[in-house]
């Protein structure tokens, strides 16, 4: 897998670590483009937001995935951001789980409050 450790805690809880783990990030800017037909080019603007979407890989163990799993049905968790190293609200998007491998995928988008 990886060698980074990642911690995720639900919004009332405590911090779960998760060793071993590879944490990928995808940041982008959030803009508009208005095209009119017949004229030249098309108008782009930068709505200055940005949107972070963070994949984590590992494995875990069924414990480890039922805890997960209440993390992703209850409200909005937090992640311990590994590169900017701070606290983010996020969205629990996406979980995938192979018991025979034990490897997970877990998706996050954060919320910009």
């Not at 809880?13 to 590879?22: L, P, T, V």
């Not at 017949?38 to 972070?52: K, P, W």
């Not at 629990?92 to 491998?101: I, L, N, P, Q, R």
């Amino acid at each position: 897998m990886g060698d980074q450790v990642f911690f995720l805690r639900p919004a009332n809880g405590e911090w779960i670590q998760f060793s071993n783990c590879s944490v990928k990030v995808s940041i982008s800017r959030r803009l508009t483009r208005t095209i009119i037909h017949g004229g030249e080019g098309d108008d782009l603007v930068d709505e200055g937001s940005e949107s972070a979407v963070y994949t984590v890989n590992g494995s875990l163990d069924l414990d480890q995935y039922k805890e997960v799993l209440l993390i992703f049905r209850g409200g909005q968790p937090y992640i311990h951001e590994p590169y900017e190293e701070n606290e983010k609200k996020v969205v629990f998007s996406k979980f995938e789980f192979d018991g025979e491998s034990k490897e997970f995928t877990f998706e996050f988008i954060e919320d910009i409050v």
